[in-house]
């Protein structure tokens, strides 16, 4: 499994508002990634209903806007990453800001091995492979929250038409990885 449907909190409407507000200027480049600096009452309304749910808090929320990607080509193929803790990133909550009906993430599998790099002050694992990797599975991320698995090769597209898909990815706190997380959202669901 590389996604699973996470549960909308109510405090999800005030993130998309302030982050399509917040990347609504940049309309030049194909591609921006910003760290968003949300005020600490909505900070604080997230990490209560995480909390609530046997969840960590929030790391951080970084928000892509991206157009014209209409394939996932080998270099836009990438690992999360983390510089600051020297570590891959497990597991990211994907929330579908604006843009995101008929585009799809994407995972790929193969040989290869991972080199790390920065593009617009984010850190990513770039896989350097050995074979042509193959897609394995996709997902639309556009009806809510998504709980994605990115410490596998992955990738996504915008929409065919060249406007811009916006998402915002928020990390945890002690970068649980993607089976744990799974594992507690359906505790809170009461699924077991």
């Keep these: 499994m590389l996604y699973y449907p996470f549960p909308s909190l109510p405090s999800f409407d005030v993130l998309c508002t302030v982050a399509e507000q917040y990347m609504q200027e940049l309309d030049s480049e194909n591609l921006y990634i910003r760290n968003v600096p949300f005020d600490a009452n909505i900070i604080q309304a997230v ?6 749910m046997g969840l960590p808090t929030a790391l951080n929320f970084l928000c892509f806007k991206r157009k014209n990607y209409f394939d996932c080509t080998n270099e836009k193929i990438h690992v999360d990453f983390s510089e600051t803790t020297n570590e891959i990133i497990h597991s990211s909550i994907l929330i579908p800001v604006t843009g995101c009906a008929n585009t799809k993430m994407y995972w790929y599998n193969g040989d290869y091995k991972l080199v790390t790099r920065k593009l617009q002050n984010t850190d990513y694992a770039a896989p350097e492979w050995i074979q042509p990797p193959s897609e394995f599975d996709s997902v639309e991320i556009s009806a809510g929250p ?4 990115v410490d596998v090769p992955h990738g996504a597209t915008s929409t065919v038409d060249g406007s811009y898909r916006i998402t915002l990815t928020m990390r945890l706190v002690g970068n649980p990885s993607f089976e744990e997380v799974v594992h507690k959202v359906k505790l809170y669901q009461g699924i077991f």
């Design 47 to 52: 990490n209560h209903s995480l909390v609530d």
């Design 146 to 149: 998504m709980l994605a698995k």
